[in-house]
């Protein structure tokens, strides 16, 4: 494509990305193409997901935050399937503001995450928008010839487990929003997680192991759950009073008077990015014996029966949900 | 990531990108990611491209020939490097005018051109803007390892070739913003040129078995050679002359009195996707035979030296560029 950038589209490649790139694979982005060799023996596992000022991120955030959380939504994505990363393109269409700090702060974030998540730039674009910026990234990663977990393998009798904790990303929207009433410390831990969510890439070796379905809850876990059983023809059941919180998320919660209307929220907020899967009893120890070598902390949350949907009980008793997920305006 | 989309992001998915998905490797779109199985001994080749509303196409471009651009702006990168295309991640950027109506006439595009030229869609994701529409695309190709074709490998002795013709990119541009007296039928082609450019894909192969250095010309054929030449650590010597011009371009040339100024403008106007390449002066005829069974036109515009940049003659005088290249404003 012809360069289209004020700024600079050679400029800040040259000089931004540029250093980023994957020495050999990357050809230095100068050659319009990343060249990758075959691992022989495995899958390519790809994705793709684009963010928006004022959709997906806010106007007030800064650049190298949403970098990070751009990456980190793929990352979590790959980490679902039981997949290794190894490198992503990136496609950057600048606003107005984005100037030279802007874009420099942006790749910050990039080269931190980079380092964190052992993940190279290998291409992509730059262009300028009149609009709002928005950014978008194709991840790339390997996994053992047919071994990708799918949303479609949970059969009757497996149980339901879910990583980490569930909704920090609709509490710290909420917080970078200025409406929670909590301590600074907590909406500070909130606004964290929904800025820069850790994906789960570390679980997904015992994924791909040990896991018969497994999905990342971005779009809220009973929206993504009924994702899982509609693939899976079958029905997953979850007790409410199981899904786990964080401690600011627990805070939060002890201050509710309708708990069950509070756990709503929270089960359909999104932008959690943790991984909600299901195995075998039989792997449950196994399962824990994992978790717990990586610190990470995995809650069983139901099981898996004959039939459809998701049913999620609170106090016994089935809830119906106005909205499963978080659908943006 | 959240579903985003207030025409539904499930719903585009579901019933205008899922028909376009790759049986197997696409997942029905239906699982956050793409698995493609690897391909033995050869290199995997990728490049994306973006595209902005009011920068890289306009707003009253159909929307089919919008995504048959994409396509093939990052069809051309892949053919200038010998790689064969297989598939693609898409993300798109709706804007506030695209509705059903028009999302339908970007997949019709799509459809048209993946039949076309033999790729199909794999994954990516469709998400609303406030701002102008953008879209983006990563391009996915094969290529036996080790043979993909670079701009760094031309050596002094060397031939300079260009496929097709030049400046029908500019000339069509100029055509769609009502700015040339011409012809309506040159007028026609010379548009439809710019919208819907051919790249060069049936050319591929000899370029990978034959070329020294390739490069699509996107930028500009003199912008190009100059990368071509740096990255060569060589010289590009073309004579403005030869340059081949369409039906369409020579007419529009030998409207002008300004000769040279004429032939400036369609070497430096860019978006002409044709591929600009070195090769050994023994392999020239293989080359015709190639481009002959293909009935491309293919033409001798010069010659690689020891030096570096680009020397362009005109009247056996150097020509000097205000710019080389196209910059979108």
Redesign the interface.
């Known amino acids: ?6 700024a600079g589209e050679f400029e800040t490649i040259r000089r931004l990305f540029a250093p980023l790139a994957h020495l050999e694979w990357g ?1 230095g982005l ?23 000022e ?3 991120f806010l106007p007030t955030d800064p650049l190298d935050t949403v970098a990070r959380k751009l990456m980190r ?1 793929n990352l979590s ?2 980490a ?2 039981g ?1 290794e990363p190894f490198g992503y ?5 600048w ?1 107005p503001r984005c100037g030279w700090p802007e874009r420099m702060t942006f790749a910050d974030g990039l080269r931190a995450d980079q380092k964190a998540f052992g993940v190279a730039l ?11 910026a ?1 950014f ?1 990234m ?1 991840l ?1 990663g390997w ?1 053992p ?1 047919g071994r ?1 977990v ?2 479609g393998g949970a059969r009757p009798g497996d149980l339901v487990f879910v990583t980490g904790a569930i909704g920090d990303g609709w509490l710290g929207l909420e917080g970078v929003q200025g409406r929670l009433s909590l301590e600074a410390e907590r909406i500070g831990a909130l606004s964290d997680h929904y800025r820069t969510p850790t994906p789960r890439v570390d679980f997904a070796l015992p994924i791909r192991d040990l896991a018969s379905a497994a ?2 809850v ?3 876990l009973i929206a993504d759950l009924e ?1 899982l059983a509609e ?1 899976s023809g079958a029905r997953v059941e979850i007790d409410l009073e199981t899904v786990p919180l964080s401690a600011a998320g627990q805070a939060w919660f002890d201050g509710r008077v309708d708990e069950q209307a509070a756990l709503e929220k929270l089960v359909t907020g ?2 959690d990015y943790e991984i909600a899967f299901t195995a075998s009893a039989r792997d449950e120890a196994a399962l824990r014996r994992e978790a717990d070598r990586r610190h990470l902390r995995l809650t069983r949350i139901g099981r898996v029966t004959a039939g459809q949907g998701v049913v999620a009980r609170f106090g016994g008793q089935p809830v119906t949900f106005v909205r499963p ?5």
């Open positions: 494509m012809p360069a289209v950038d004020v050809r100068a050659d319009d193409v990343a060249v990758v060799p075959s691992r022989q023996g495995h899958d390519l596992v790809l994705t793709k997901d684009a963010i928006v004022g959709v997906h939504v994505d790959l679902a399937k997949a393109l990136l496609a950057c269409h606003s290998l291409g992509g674009d730059t262009v300028n928008t009149p609009g709002p928005s978008s194709t790339l996994i010839k990708t799918g949303r999905i990342d971005s779009d809220g994702h693939a999104g932008d997920g978080f659908t943006h305006r």
